[in-house]
T-cell receptor
Framework: DAGVIQSPRHEVTEMGQEVTLRCKPI?????LFWYRQTMMRGLELLIY????????DSGMPEDRFSAKMPNASFSTLKIQPSEPRDSAVYFC??????????????????FGEGSRLTVL | KQEVTQIPAALSVPEGENLVLNCSFT??????LQWFRQDPGKGLTSLLL?????REQTSGRLNASLDKSSGRSTLYIAASQPGDSATYLC??????????????FGKGTSLLVTP
């Protein structure tokens, strides 16, 4: 299996520019997560999807951040306009809860390699 | 909100030693706890997943235990090797949360195993 695939691996941009990060989850997984990692705050959940539907976006910092999942094999995280404080590593992860009900699934998470964003 | 703490933040040991990494969490109502490994510049790799009904899980030289009532988990690494050098993160999935699937992560323990 190819695992979770993220692009780009590195992005350097100037303040005010639009940034789009992309993720391809593991085939067959029905959950997709976007996390952000910084030295100060560690790993923070931004948003997650179940069957392409956003379930919880309470971790999205502000309206400058948006995420979409148009189909089961693709998701984007967009920042517009970007700011220096958005500099971080953004991870996508996927999981499968199939065969279980409600919240009782094991749902082991598989992470991508991350997208390192630097906003100057 | 569930708080997850990992102690120590960093650890250096000589090759061959057995070692224990600690993880504590504030709310014992959890679905499961997962240990991850992160190499520099890489993503997270799942090591072990312990369900709330389980006491421990083993994989090779790794053994993870869970004591829900005391809010603790330990990751035991036997006969450490330089290749074990990485950051180890603990993550807890709360049992009752508006964000049903959200994992709460600790900040990790950075392990260095010297030859």
């Amino acid at each position: 299996d190819a695992g979770v695939i993220q692009s780009p691996r590195h992005e350097v941009t100037e303040m005010g520019q639009e940034v789009t990060l992309r993720c391809k989850p593991i085939s067959g997984h029905d959950y997709l997560f976007w996390y952000r990692q910084t030295m100060m705050r560690g790993l923070e959940l931004l948003i997650y999807f179940n069957n392409n539907v956003p379930i919880d976006d309470s971790g999205m910092p502000e309206d400058r951040f948006s995420a979409k999942m148009p189909n089961a094999s693709f998701s984007t995280l967009k920042i517009q306009p970007s700011e220096p404080r958005d500099s971080a590593v953004y991870f996508c992860a996927s999981a499968s809860n199939r065969g279980t009900t409600g919240l009782a699934g094991t749902g082991e998470l598989f992470f991508g390699e991350g997208s390192r964003l630097t906003v100057l | 909100k569930q708080e997850v703490t990992q102690i120590p933040a960093a650890l250096s040991v000589p090759e061959g030693e057995n070692l224990v990494l600690n993880c504590s969490f504030t709310d014992s109502a959890i679905y499961n706890l997962q240990w991850f490994r992160q190499d520099p510049g890489k993503g997270l790799t799942s090591l072990l997943l312990i369900q709330s009904s389980q006491r421990e899980q083993t994989s090779g030289r790794l053994n993870a235990s869970l004591d829900k009532s005391s809010g603790r988990s330990t990751l035991y690494i036997a006969a450490s090797q330089p290749g074990d050098s990485a950051t180890y993160l603990c993550a807890v999935r709360p049992a009752f949360s508006n964000s049903g699937y959200a994992l709460n992560f600790g900040k990790g323990t950075s392990l260095l195993v010297t030859p």
